[in-house]
């Protein structure tokens, strides 16, 4: 997983979610956010049967507290319980994606939003392409006391038009982010499969795609302005993109990175606080797997050269991204810059957060012979990166 040097055998990887086939227990798709106020770590993942997407059956969650170690961060994690309002009565909860929302006027009105999709039992994104036949639905829960108790689900499906011209969608997975307008708009990233026609906001919906080769997919986020009362779709991408996550570059300007089915990730960029977006051209830096897989990308406050320090965020109005995803030693030669090793070996989805004084965190799949034998999660700085770069 490129994010290598610390390389991997300085950095301790501690596993959050531990896959037990044999006990038809496996943990996928991981969701990271941290809460700067009560530096709190919230890793979420899916519990499936198999490793297969149709066998998922609940949500999970632990909680990380940071300790300040005399040279590093340390994280004391909870014990691993089930989301269990993240649930509606036969269909499968999948990509939990969570998003804070902070608000300046009155911190008691902060809230974490998990946000995820339920697919009904039995029915395959496959299927749900090949016979444009929706079968997924658009939720999500409610915490205000950092994830010990939830709300009950709030089901968007049908009050968001769009949705009904889809043949199937998902949300992230990974998380959402809450921009520095003056909104403190919150973003979710989604992506959707659909036909060409619906970029042209066409309503007619097909009755079947037989081979599914006119539905694509297609990138496009869903957020809100007020704190989460009311949500939006912003527009399609005009280019084929699948799982994908977003960050805040400046005022009004947000990042987009997708995944894509062919050789390079697709890059977008936003002038219109995440509603509509621009692809990136040429976008040929960041190489694609073969058969595409989901990234995370974070934004975060320009660094100094001197180590553990950063500029005064008051004053200092660049920010840079981070990205990680997995990678092959053949690939690594196009990309921003000479990739850093997170982890050596199988590896997966992954999800990003930063914590402080360029400090950050990775929560990933990964293991010995396949990349759903655990869920685990590192710690390092931007000093790791900087020596293992070169930069």
């Not at 049967?49 to 632990?62: F, I, N, P, Q």
């Not at 658009?138 to 043949?167: M, P, Q």
């Not at 997995?326 to 000479?338: E, F, G, L, N, Q």
């Not at 799949?365 to 990166?385: K, L, M, R, S, W």
Request: hydrophobic share 30%; proline share 4%.
């Amino acid at each position: 997983m490129g994010c290598g040097h610390s390389t991997t055998a300085q950095l301790q990887k501690q596993p959050v979610f531990e896959s037990n086939e044999a006990a038809q227990c496996v943990y996928r798709i991981p969701a990271l956010l941290y809460e700067k106020e009560s530096k709190t770590l919230f890793a979420f993942a899916e519990q499936r049967k198999t490793s297969k997407d149709e066998s998922a059956e609940k949500l999970v969650m632990r909680t990380g507290k940071i300790k300040e170690g005399c040279c590093k961060k340390t994280v004391e994690w909870s014990e691993l319980k089930e989301v269990e309002k993240a649930l509606i009565k036969r269909h499968r909860p999948m990509n939990p994606c969570p998003v804070i929302s902070y608000d300046k006027a009155n911190k008691a009105n902060n809230k974490l939003f998990l946000f995820f999709i339920c697919v009904e039992d039995g029915i395959t994104e496959m299927y749900q392409r090949k016979c444009y036949d929706n079968r997924t639905r658009l939720c999500y829960i409610t915490s205000e006391d950092l994830g010990e108790t939830w709300s009950d689900v709030t089901d968007l499906t049908y009050e968001l038009s769009e949705i009904k011209n889809w043949s199937t969608f998902a949300v992230g997975p990974g998380h959402g982010i809450q921009t520095e307008s003056e909104s403190g708009r919150l973003i979710i990233p989604v992506y959707a499969y659909c036909t060409s026609t619906c970029l042209l906001h066409c309503c007619c919906k097909p009755v079947a795609c037989l081979f599914g080769c006119c539905c694509k997919s297609y990138a496009l986020s869903l957020y809100s302005d007020n704190h989460g009362e009311n949500w939006k779709f912003g527009e399609l991408f005009n280019t084929v993109s699948v799982e994908c996550e977003m960050a805040e570059l400046s005022k009004d300007h947000i990042y987009c990175n997708a995944c894509n089915v062919g050789s390079y990730r697709v890059e977008a960029v936003s002038d219109h606080n995440g509603v509509k977006f621009n692809i990136l051209q040429p976008g040929n830096k960041l190489m694609e797997t073969g058969s595409g897989c989901q990234g995370s990308v974070i934004s975060f406050p320009a660094q100094q050269e001197s180590a553990n320090t950063e500029s005064d965020p008051s004053q200092n109005l660049v920010k840079w991204l981070l990205f990680t995803h997995p990678t092959s030693p053949k690939d690594r030669i196009k990309a921003w810059i000479k990739p850093w090793i997170i982890n050596d070996g199988p590896s997966g989805y992954s999800d990003l957060a930063y914590i402080d004084d360029g400090c950050f965190a990775c929560l990933f799949e990964c293991g010995q012979q396949e990349i759903h034998e655990q869920i685990a999660f590192v710690v390092f700085h931007y000093t790791d990166i900087k020596e293992g770069t070169e930069l």
